[in-house]
């Protein structure tokens, strides 16, 4: 018979497998990350797992979702707060140093994410869009920035700047630097 937690363990347990799954998905990717070794880890059965997450997948759903949240919400804020495109400017750096700390929400065209992509319900897929779509609004739907282009063309260019990311290693100059360099650059001609 599987152990009850309480809610305080439930809750302490479940942030504990997200961090885990984090780090075993930066390290090692999707696929390599097995849920026997996030469970000894965190001190719970394979059983126990399953009181938390129906799946892996779940879990996986919940990180990225959960990540991406986190960053939407900090770029929303950086805009706020700033209120022009400088804070549109500073928001795409804050995005991009995340970016930079989770290398799972950059490699969504490496076999191992299209593994994990094709074994999502459709419900978690849903999840993921909404979360995608948040990100672009942040650009293209706030009342504090004005596009001088198509909401489309400028939500393609920003993601095409962010996900230069990829090119970090064979870039002859640092690529913060440089990614900070071209987001100057690139809201002068996005945003008036």
């Known amino acids: 018979m599987a152990r009850s937690f309480s809610e305080r363990e439930r809750e302490h347990i479940r942030a504990h497998l997200m961090e885990l799954c984090v780090q075993s998905w930066c390290r090692y990717g999707y696929k390599k990350t097995n849920v026997d070794e996030l469970c000894k880890k965190a001190g719970i059965s394979k059983g126990a797992f399953y009181l938390f997450y129906e799946s892996k997948e ?34 795409l750096k804050r995005i991009y140093r995340e970016y930079d700390r989770y290398n799972f929400l950059y490699n969504a065209n490496s076999g191992d994410f299209t593994i994990l992509i ?3 319900s459709d ?57 900070e360099f071209m987001a100057d650059q690139l809201v002068v001609g996005l945003y008036e």
Not at 152 to 176: F, R, W
């Open 58 to 91: 779940a879990l996986f759903c919940e990180v990225i979702c959960s990540v991406q949240e986190r960053i939407w919400d900090l770029a929303s804020k950086v805009i706020e707060e700033r209120r022009d495109r400088s804070g549109a400017a500073e928001a």
């Open 118 to 120: 094709n074994k999502l």
């Open 123 to 179: 419900e978690q897929a849903k999840k993921l869009a909404e979360s995608a779509d948040r990100g672009r609004r942040i650009f293209s739907d706030n009342p504090y920035l004005k596009c001088k282009v198509d909401a489309d063309l400028a939500a393609s260019v920003i993601y095409s700047l962010i996900m230069n990311i990829k090119n970090k290693e064979v870039l002859p100059y640092g690529h913060t630097e440089t990614f």
